[in-house]
């Protein structure tokens, strides 16, 4: 009697205790049977942390857009000229051609003419294998010409060659001035660069502006140009950083060339040899007074090989030095290195703004539409659009003021079509920077004193003899 008792207590209590598990929702063993076991509910939520990588990278590039307006609003102020120099530095001024005769002998005459004394000047032009008159040519303008008879394969190594040439080397100059073969210098440009290293610098970068060439590539280009001059190479200049190096118009000490060779191994190798002289500690510094006049692509499809030239070497240069420069920025405390690492990684500003706007976009639909896609994180969208639309158009808009540059809305308009085709041409580099190809950028017939048209009228009546400019030259746009 006792046993079975003891047995209906233990059922009961049993029963009572599947009870208590089913109204807490555990399941008996009857019931899973046939049922396939649940997955764990403490699996990551992909999509949270895939809105949280996206808000990170958007609040960066945000960070960036904030940082480079604030540096460029330091363009739009001026700067005090340098004082006069007294005419005394030796120059050597080099140009690099490969086959480009229908330049070369009109820019060594324009080199000739400069208003700086004429036994403190050589002109130098190095013909990189060429197969056309470019030798001749330059020759017959009063140029000395050194044959590079082997192509080189980027432009840092034709000035090196030049540099170790014998002639080059047994020379007396204090300076080297580098030019593209299609660059036109303004009268006073040697007189600018000798005051800059009277006052002891000696690494300068001078001021590009565009010649007046018909087509909306070239109309875009010189809107580009000048508004940087003011919002990203005078900006620089005045936080008293390290400015850009922009391959023609380029001055050098002799001092400096010999304790840092430019040695350079990409295709850009202006950017390289500024990323070197940075990490020396060398300031390069940008002076607005020298300005050099260039020739621009005629047309897109040499534009974007041009670019792309660009943004596969400056991905390489970046992948070289942007570590040292950000180890001597971390423990040096230079500010100028770590801008030029900046700089590096950025090919391009538009592809910048572009991944900017994708990833407000992008924060959102993670999200599934929700302001706030991961806890207290907020989707900044229309931060990104106003940072896109303020950096694209009010910024270079405040650069061109401040040169007092004017240019009608079809230029704008211009403009900002060749700034969109930045998009699939750094994409493209990215993916194919190990690619070292040169291939010389097509130019149209050398551009005489009357075809010239810049944007500042000063400049051009500096740049070129009053009695040889036209009515429609005088003109601003």
């Keep these: 009697m006792r046993m079975a008792r003891g047995c209906a207590g233990l059922a009961c209590r049993a029963g009572k205790r599947r009870e208590a598990d089913v109204a807490a929702g555990a399941e008996t063993p009857h019931r899973r049977r046939g049922r396939r076991p649940q997955r764990p509910q403490h699996m990551p939520d992909l999509l949270s942390y895939l809105a949280t990588v996206l808000w990170a990278a958007e609040l960066a590039a945000l960070a960036y857009v904030v940082y480079r307006g604030a540096l460029g609003v330091l363009g739009l102020r001026g700067r005090r000229p340098l004082a006069p120099g007294r005419c ?6 080099l140009l690099p051609a490969r086959n480009e005769e229908s330049v070369i002998g009109e820019t060594v005459r324009h080199l000739q003419r400069l208003d700086y004394p004429a036994d403190l000047r050589l002109v130098f032009v190095v013909a990189d294998d060429c197969s056309d008159a470019t030798a001749s040519q330059a020759a017959a303008a009063g140029a000395r010409v050194l044959r590079k008879p082997a192509p080189a394969t980027t432009k840092g190594a034709v000035i090196q060659w030049a540099l170790a040439h014998p002639e080059v080397a047994a020379a007396a100059w204090d300076a080297l001035v580098i030019f593209d073969a299609d660059s036109r210098p303004a009268p006073n440009f040697l007189k600018a660069m000798d005051a800059a290293i009277a006052a002891g610098e000696r690494a300068v970068q001078s001021r590009s502006e565009s010649h007046g060439q018909k087509g909306w590539v070239p109309t875009a280009y010189a809107v580009n140009t000048t508004q940087r001059n003011r919002t990203w190479h005078q900006a620089r200049e005045m936080a008293g950083f390290s400015a850009a190096l922009t391959g023609t118009g380029l001055c050098f000490t002799r001092e400096v060339l010999k304790d840092l060779p430019p040695d350079t191994r990409t295709l850009t190798e202006d950017l390289e040899y500024g990323a070197k002289l940075t990490l020396a500690g060398i300031r390069v510094r940008y002076l607005h007074e020298a300005v050099t006049v ?4 005629p047309s897109l499809r040499a534009s974007a090989g041009q ?3 660009w943004a596969r070497g400056q991905l390489r240069t970046a992948l070289r030095y942007a570590p040292g420069l950000l180890a001597r920025a971390a423990t040096r405390r230079d500010l100028s290195a770590f801008d030029t690492a900046l700089y590096l990684f950025l090919p391009s500003v538009v ?3 572009a ?4 990833c407000g976009l992008a924060s959102l639909l993670a999200g599934g539409g929700r302001p706030e896609p991961m806890g207290g994180l907020p989707a ?3 931060l990104a659009v106003a940072g896109v639309l303020g950096f694209s158009l009010f910024l270079p808009y405040l650069g061109l003021r401040a040169e007092r540059a004017r240019y009608a809305f079809r230029d704008w308009v211009a403009f900002l079509l060749l700034m969109l085709t930045w998009l699939p041409i750094a994409a493209f580099g990215a993916f194919t920077m190990w690619v070292e190809v040169w291939n010389r950028t097509p130019r149209r017939r050398a551009a005489g004193p009357a075809e010239a048209a810049v944007s500042d009228p000063e400049l051009l009546r500096s740049a070129w003899p009053e009695e040889a400019l036209t009515s429609a030259d005088r003109q601003p746009r």
């Design 355 to 358: 991944f900017l706007g994708l």
């Design 351 to 353: 592809p910048f703004q």
């Design 88 to 93: 005394e530095t030796r120059f050597l001024v």
């Design 380 to 382: 900044v969208p229309f």
């Design 307 to 309: 670019r792309l030239r």
């Design 294 to 297: 260039i020739d621009q692509p």
